[in-house]
């Protein structure tokens, strides 16, 4: 076995690709984050990492509300320009179709899956915050459900891996087993 030191600011393939939303100087914006994770089960609580210098934090600091979305392979395009466009510079306000649930946070039709947060909490780190936010209600299009569950497949989300110098998208493959059961049937 030969392990190799990798450089340390590699994201490893299971990041999701989402879009966090939020309202600046009263009006939508849109980033693309891939730095999110669930933090607790009840109640549902999510973080995500965001630069301290993005026009998104201005919102989410003082709203305390926002959005967090997943786009499938279908908006990849539309995904990647609005996380390399600042909405300081150009107004994302009207790049998507919104809709809107008990918060003031602003929600992508297109996407499959959308969270509407409240922030909780926000953690300064040297050039990031982690902003942990509970959900007030998640969304799934009914086009995405397969005998009443979320469909990978159909939802064919977008997964990031962040090679250094090297970023790159990528979509799921085929599913390996059912997870919590599999490991039921190790025998030693
Ligand atoms: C694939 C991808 C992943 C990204 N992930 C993050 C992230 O996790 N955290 C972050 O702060 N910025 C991330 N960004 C950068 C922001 O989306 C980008 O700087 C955006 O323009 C900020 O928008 P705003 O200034 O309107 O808030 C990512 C960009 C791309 C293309």
Redesign the pocket.
Known sequence: MTKIKLDQRFSPYQ?P?TI?G?I?DEKP????????SRLNRTPPTWM????V?????EGIRKNRIFSINFPSADIIKE??Y???????IYD?SKFFELFYGETKAPMIKDCTINIELSVKDIIELPD?FIVIGTAVNTYIDEKYLTDGKPDVKKMNPVL?F?IEGH?S?WSVGDKLADAFKLGKEYKK
């Open positions: 990041m690709t966090i939020s600046v914006n849109f980033m693309t984050c891939t730095w999110v995500a990492s965001i630069n210098k993005h026009y998104t934090m995904t990647d609005i996380g390399i466009t600042s909405g300081r994302k990031h990031y962040g970023p998208y």
